[in-house]
């Protein structure tokens, strides 16, 4: 079974930088918003192994909650 493949993006406003992991499909399976580059793209990166981890990249996926600062 291959791995499940994420993308993200990550931009900067004046809350801070607001980011999102997205699955195959292009859906949002979790997003935050972070005071600091560095803590966003670790966000991120916490993110994508959370939600590998639980399996969420096939039907019937849930939300994956954020763990922004």
Do not use: N
């Not at 292009?26 to 670790?42: M, P």
């Amino acid at each position: 079974m291959s791995e499940p493949l994420f993308a993200y993006s990550m931009s900067q406003d004046a809350m801070g930088w607001a980011w999102s992991v997205y699955d195959e499909a292009g859906e949002i399976v979790a997003s935050g918003l972070d005071a600091c580059q560095d803590t966003a793209k670790a966000a991120v990166d916490r993110a994508m192994r959370h939600v590998a981890w639980i399996g969420l990249s096939g039907p019937g996926r849930r939300r994956a909650p954020a763990g922004s600062a």
